[in-house]
């Protein structure tokens, strides 16, 4: 009101412009502001939707690492590995064009005595770098890979002598729905000496272990799928 009195009062078809212009500008300023308003207050409302559903129940999910290490002690023994590990896929952050970043990490653990724990080294793990393995756990075989027999120039070499690891095999995790089956991670069995390495009754390395040790990938999606 202020601006239309002050344009009338002056008179004259420039001020009158100007003042338009005015009113129109601050009408804008309005106009943006109550639509990035609305937004935020919406992404707000978002956010805390999202807060409430992943709100966690921490006994449920004591018990269920507690179970899941537990698996991981009765492979590693039925295998007579050194150490197995849990791995599963999740997102970490986008790039600059609003694709996800795909990464890795190792949620459960468990190691002979005197073997190191490598855990808190596997986490946010490029998805790319581990390519191999991914293929292997697709592949769904209990094959013994040895770590040099890999290419001396890979990531996944590299890491894997980091850590000691002679030789491995991977058993896939999926989600299974009634539509698709979701690969969300796999686990990984190791040895880290060569004279652990499994042996028939002749003393021959073997190039693979029993079907059987693949009950575990079953009875760790069955506990994972429960939270």
Not at 110 to 128: A, D, F, K, M
Request: with cysteine; glycine share 6%.
């Amino acid at each position: 009101m202020f601006l239309s009195i002050m344009v009338l009062a002056v008179g004259g078809t420039g001020w009158f412009k100007l003042g338009e212009a005015v009113v129109y500008f601050l009408l804008g300023i309005s106009a943006a502001g109550i639509t990035w308003l609305t937004k935020f207050l919406a992404e707000r409302s978002a956010q805390k939707k999202k807060d409430k559903k992943h709100t966690f129940d921490f006994n449920k999910i004591d018990a269920i690492d507690v179970r899941l290490v537990e698996l991981l002690s009765e492979l590693r023994t039925e295998t007579s590995s050194c150490r197995a590990r849990i791995f599963r896929f999740h997102n970490g952050g986008e790039y600059f064009d609003g694709e996800e970043v795909k990464r890795m990490s190792c949620t459960h653990e468990s190691v002979t005595t005197g073997v190191s724990h490598e855990i808190r080294e596997c986490q946010g793990i490029l998805c790319n770098q581990e390519i191999y393995l991914i293929e292997q756990a697709m592949k769904d075989t209990t094959s013994l890979i040895a770590v040099e027999a890999l290419d001396d120039r890979s990531y996944i070499r590299s890491r894997l002598e980091s850590q000691n690891v002679k030789a491995f095999v991977v058993l896939p995790l999926y989600k299974k729905t009634r539509s698709v089956e979701l690969l969300i991670g796999f686990i990984r069995i190791e040895y880290t000496a060569n004279h652990l390495l499994p042996k028939d009754e002749d003393g021959n390395l073997l190039t693979t272990l029993p079907d059987s040790v693949k009950k575990f990938s079953r009875l760790v999606e069955g506990e994972i799928l429960k939270d």
